[in-house]
């Protein structure tokens, strides 16, 4: 129902747009301290950004530009020292500048887009700073304690923080409809937690938006987060053991697995072990299992990794680091990266850190047992 309800928001921004598009947008404003060289409005492209126009300043130091274009974010670059990123979809731009520093100060009036992002991250500051510093002050104060209960509940607090504000910023873009100001807020969440949301979002987007490369790299986004989403069977998995015998993912049907991607190069993944081994040698009796794929390059690296994180379970890798046949199915492109399988292989929780995996596990075998 919400996304029908995008797509008739859609229908009617798409209308009213035609109505106004060859007019273009008219962008003007001020610019203190300007300096020797050239302004340029420059198109974003992958990895760059491509000068499109000139804009002319006048001798009172202020400037007038009709953009005619696509909606779409563009850089207005004032002497390769301010640049300000903008939303150009319907409203004319005031955006005045100080021209001589990259730091210094600038304004920009009339874009509603703009304005939603910048209400957004002064709601979200409001709502949560406070509370996200008087939390680290706490887990910093625990830590130079050695108190590491505290320092662990305190975690646990963080990350109910977190959740919330993720929650703050689904029900904001929701607020605010399909735009491109919910394109770049949407980059804020967590693409597994709120897979369906994004998924949604990112498929209007596409539809009002065609041909923008920064909108089909979230609709790719996606399509690679599917294949791991909560609910579906794993992709197989086929790799050599150190020993060089080939393990299958599917071989270990019956039990229930944590298939943990990580590599011992990774230093966030080497913290995260401690809390595997724990889970494992606690739920082992039970059934559970680890299945360690390693984005490792060198044998003997990774060899000595297992020995000193004490890795007691199966290991495989095919040793090519993120070109990893596994990591490829997988559509991995950072670790750690988990996913918790069922008796059946089915995809049941993902990306578990710290008490998170122990107590996911602890309520599933509860759920089981009382069966």
Not at 140 to 155: C, F, T
Not at 223 to 231: D, L
Not at 249 to 270: M, N, Y
Request: charged share 25%; glycine share 6%.
């Amino acid at each position: 129902m919400k996304h029908l309800l995008w797509m008739v928001i859609l229908v009617a921004c798409s209308q009213s747009k035609s109505q106004d598009q060859e007019g273009g947008i008219l962008i003007n404003g001020k610019v203190d301290n300007p300096q020797i060289g050239i302004i340029t409005i420059d198109k974003i492209e992958p990895g760059k950004f491509v000068p499109m126009d000139t804009i002319v300043l006048n001798d009172d130091q202020t400037y007038s530009y009709h953009f005619i274009g696509k909606p779409g974010f563009y850089r207005v670059n004032f002497y390769n020292k301010q640049m300000i990123t903008l939303i150009l979809d319907e409203d004319n731009i005031t955006l005045n500048v100080d021209g001589s520093n990259p730091r210094g100060k600038y304004a920009i009036e009339g874009s509603s887009e703009m304005d939603m992002i910048t209400k957004f991250n002064q709601d979200l500051s409001t709502t949560f700073q406070q509370r996200e510093q008087d939390l680290n002050s706490k887990f910093v104060q625990a830590k130079q304690d050695k108190n590491e209960s505290l320092a662990e509940k305190i975690r646990d607090e963080y990350n109910v923080l977190v959740n919330q504000k993720q929650e703050f910023t689904v029900n904001y873009i929701r607020s605010i409809g399909p735009n491109l100001a919910a394109f770049q807020l949407v980059n804020s969440l967590d693409k597994d937690a709120h897979f369906d949301f994004i998924d949604s979002l990112a498929n209007v987007l596409n539809a009002k938006y065609p041909g923008r490369f920064y909108i089909a790299d979230l609709v790719n986004q996606m399509k690679k987060a599917a294949i791991t989403k909560v609910g579906k069977i794993a992709p197989e998995i086929e790799l050599p053991d150190p020993n060089g015998e080939l393990v299958r993912l599917s071989s270990f049907k019956g039990k229930v697995v944590l298939v943990d991607f990580w590599a011992g190069w990774c230093k966030p993944c080497r913290q995260e072990n401690p809390n595997v081994v724990k889970a494992y040698h606690q739920f082992k009796s039970k059934g559970f299992t680890v299945l360690g794929v390693s984005l490792d390059r060198a044998k003997d690296k990774w060899l000595q990794a297992i020995k000193d994180d004490g890795l007691e379970w199966t290991q495989v890798s095919d040793l090519n680091y993120f070109q990893s046949k596994a990591a490829q199915a997988y559509g991995i492109n950072a670790i750690p990266f988990s996913i918790l399988l069922d008796r059946e292989g089915r995809i049941i929780a993902k990306n578990l850190r710290g008490n998170d995996l122990e107590n996911t596990l602890t309520s599933f075998f509860e759920k089981e047992s009382n069966l």
